[in-house]
């Protein structure tokens, strides 16, 4: 887990979606951090600091005099001895003071010694959100190095629609993961498919396999927490989006072929992460196919091979591929490897119950076109996320940094 050891501090000030603030702590504690709060006076009037206490375990800092009051100088280190600091959520009274400089209490006099990363998330009225001032502001701490999550949309407290609600805390999570991660692949647009594809065969029945998608939405993430523009080719899947990730839906072979065609000119990796079928029906029946007294039989016909397909126009990309495998692991991955003109390929055993489609760890042994394969031990799919875009990183280095031309990603 990308939080696991780091210290981060959480900063709350006085709006109604403090309420919030509660169920953001305690997801960064189920993420492995070690959380400090801060509050200001008014965000008290909303969520008592017991609330906080109870959830991280830790005092909190809710005053520089009298009750709650911090240990002499710890307004100065609380903001030094952390690994990131996230305001959520941040007032328009709070963006202000810290636009202009101000330390009034014990969060914005913090905020004024911090030396860490910051992760500011407004929540306010639509009309607030939409003040010039508030803009303003706003454009002068990004200037600073601040990082802005714009608010999510919707219903706000005060019934007005609009722009202001603060983001859902799994949200606030991930841009704090991303605040966190190295910012290796900034500037670089990945491509990834991830999913199953369903070929149908009637109106009610199609031809599939057990891909979750859960390895290719994990390279998603992970490309995106280290900087990459990602865009997220996905068959089916319950999967919800990975934030900050474009996913485009797509349901069969052919229809994954054409979206992959279209983006990959403009990308500088492709990671097939896909389960595609192999075959579809010669036949798309129009009528629900009933149940006989005979067997029936029906022909099937090879499905398009994407990456296959793709080698044939690579320029400078960097192509990973997925081997999923019941025997022969790495001879079968290897095999691939060279057919298909990648440059990286990891492969797995389908058979074990741990690893491979539908679970969340995954066994795998990356092959390359030079060095020994690289073995790895079971690990979630987001640790072999990290281990695999490792190698992707080292590649486009290698490749001397060059852009690759293209339409908009």
Not at 71 to 90: F, K, M, N, R, T
Not at 173 to 188: C, H, K, M
Request: proline share 5%; glycine share 10%.
């Amino acid at each position: 887990m990308i939080y696991t050891g780091k210290r981060i501090l959480l900063g709350v000030s006085g709006g109604i979606a403090a309420y919030k603030a509660a169920e953001l702590a305690r997801r960064l504690i189920c993420a492995g951090a070690r959380v400090k709060v801060a509050m200001t006076a008014a965000a008290r009037e909303f969520v008592a600091p017991l609330t906080f206490q109870a959830l991280t375990g830790e005092p909190v800092a809710a005053a520089m005099f009298g009750p709650g009051a911090v240990e002499p100088l710890e307004h100065v280190s609380l903001g030094q001895e952390v690994d990131a600091i996230i305001l959520a959520p941040a007032t328009a009274n709070l963006i202000g003071k810290l636009a202009a400089g101000i330390g009034d209490d014990l969060l914005t006099t913090v905020m004024l010694a911090a030396t860490r990363p910051v992760l500011l998330c407004p929540a306010m009225n639509v009309a607030m959100w939409g003040s010039p001032v508030v803009q303003e502001n706003l454009g002068r701490l990004r200037a600073r190095g601040l990082q802005v999550m714009e608010p999510a949309s919707g219903e706000l407290a005060c019934g007005a629609m609009g722009l202001g609600r603060l983001p859902e805390p799994e949200e606030i999570v991930e841009a704090g993961a991303r605040l966190l991660s190295r910012q290796d692949f900034t500037g670089r647009r990945l491509l990834v498919t991830a999913g199953p594809t369903h070929e149908d065969l009637d109106p009610v029945r199609f031809l599939s396999n057990r891909s979750s998608g859960k390895m290719g939405y994990a390279l998603a993430k992970v490309a995106w927490r280290r900087g990459a523009q990602v865009c997220l080719i996905s068959g089916p899947s319950a999967l919800p989006a990975p934030y900050g990730v474009e996913r485009l839906w797509v349901r069969s072979a052919w229809e994954m072929l054409d979206a992959v065609q279209e983006r990959f000119v403009a990308a500088e990796a492709l990671l097939m992460a896909a389960a595609v079928g192999d075959y579809r029906p010669r036949a798309l029946e129009g009528r629900k196919l009933k149940r006989g007294k005979c067997a029936t039989q029906m022909e099937l016909v090879q499905n398009p091979d994407i990456l296959r397909e793709m080698s044939r126009i690579k320029t400078r990309q960097v192509m990973v591929g997925f081997a999923a495998e019941s025997h022969d692991l790495e001879a079968e991955a290897l095999k691939k490897l060279k057919e298909k003109n990648l440059d990286l390929i990891a492969a797995n055993d389908v058979t074990r119950t741990d690893s491979g489609f539908a679970v969340d760890t995954n066994q795998v042994t990356i092959l390359r076109r030079e060095g020994e394969p690289l073995r790895l031990p079971l690990l979630s799919k987001e640790e072999v996320a990290e281990r695999l875009l490792d190698q992707v990183a080292k590649l486009l280095s290698t490749s001397g940094g060059e852009e690759v031309r293209g339409g908009d990603a």
